[in-house]
């Protein structure tokens, strides 16, 4: 299948599971777990990256309208986008020329799981301190920030280990 | 000239990246204003009516309870009925025609009844969403009742949806009273527990004891005294404070919440424009 066409439906099933699925799940009162970042992390690693950033922002608005929350969910996107390139250097050396999609085949374990990691939690940070800034006591968010995270990472990391070359 | 182009160039990404997010920090703040900005919110044709389809799957798993919840509200509304008709029959024979019955005004309303086709509980800013709205004379500001007690305030009105902020979300404060003492406080949630809300202002000379009801104030023109709100679950007070710490559970399980009523409160024009004037003079 194609990457592009493989990408749209990508994110169309996530943004319908995101929305259908996943925000009706109460756990604790603490988890809700967004998935939905999980195209932004499968993107191509040579995607331009205003096209990432342009896609962020998109993915960001979809879920945030469904929610009533535009803004925050935008910028969290956003924010993760930007920080994607740096994070994958940081932790991989992928040629020049190769387009691989990140995976556990194409990083190496590792640094999949380290890249996963620091992107789900930059996005779970940046997500509940704009939604709750000044509401709710640090504690409480802190909570949810690291829950909401850890879900979200078993997930990506569950999914990425089903799926093939 | 040319170095500038080739700066503006080089980190072309960085200003996008930052336009984007000066845009995202303008929806936050601009979707603080009351009222505005239906198209970015659930109650939006394409995001409601997707939420709509969802919900009547959903839904077929929550009639059990809801319908007992509603053969328990009619035996009840049924048992004030025949009350009802019975002391107005004795006060006929005692009063004669000149003295005629009145409403008071404040209590002029009526039901819009609504069902929700969205409900989250498990964020902080929580909304909901209803399939009724300005057509069926719904407004922003109205109050949001269901059988249980009260669920929170219309925000947005689309023409055919509108979203709910209920009191499950910090930006929003009901006010009310114990329904033994009449002591009034402002019940406010702390976005941890969708069951459990706080109550503040209440000072500590007030006798209170565990399982206390809690109604509406009726001090706003919101919501008619008298809607049950919840229950105390637990109180604390220290030496030193002036204030009780109160837990409330809520009266309303939001997570099987599927029917709600609007209330319409007819004099709320009036009223308000009344209270407006005498601030003016």
Known sequence: MPTVLQNIIRFILLVLFQVLVLDNIQFLGYINPYLYILFILALPVQTPRWFSLLLAFGLGI???????????????TVLVAF?????????????????PTPSFYTFGVSAYIKYVVILVFLHNVALFFLESFSFVSGWIILTKVVLSSLVTILMILGIQSFSKK | ???????????????????????????????????????????????????????????????????DNLSEENTALKNQLVKLQNQLVSLKKETPDSIHFRIPPEMEYQFIAAKVIKCTTNKTLNY???NKGALDGIKPDMGVVSDEGVVGIVKTVSTKFSVVIPIINPKIEISCKFKRSNYSGGLLWNGEDSRYANLNDIARHVELALGDTLITSGLTSTFPEGIPVGNIEDFKIKTSDAYYKIKVKLAVDFRTLSHVKVINYLNYQEQKDLEKKSEEQ
């Open chain 2, 128 to 130: 909901i969403t209803l």
């Open chain 1, 83 to 99: 920080a994607r390139d740096g994070i994958i250097k940081l932790f991989t050396s992928i040629e020049e020329g190769n387009n």
């Open chain 1, 62 to 76: 979809s879920i945030g309208i469904c929610s009533n929350t535009p803004g925050q969910h935008a910028f969290a």
């Open chain 2, 1 to 67: 000239m040319k170095n500038l182009i080739n700066f503006l160039i080089q980190y072309s990404v960085v200003f996008l990246f930052l336009f984007l997010e000066v845009i995202s920090v303008t929806l936050i703040v601009k979707n603080q204003d009351y009222q505005k900005s239906v198209f970015l919110s659930s109650s939006n044709s394409v995001a409601s009516t997707m939420f709509e389809w969802s919900n009547s799957v959903v839904e077929f798993f929550k009639l059990r309870t809801a319908n």
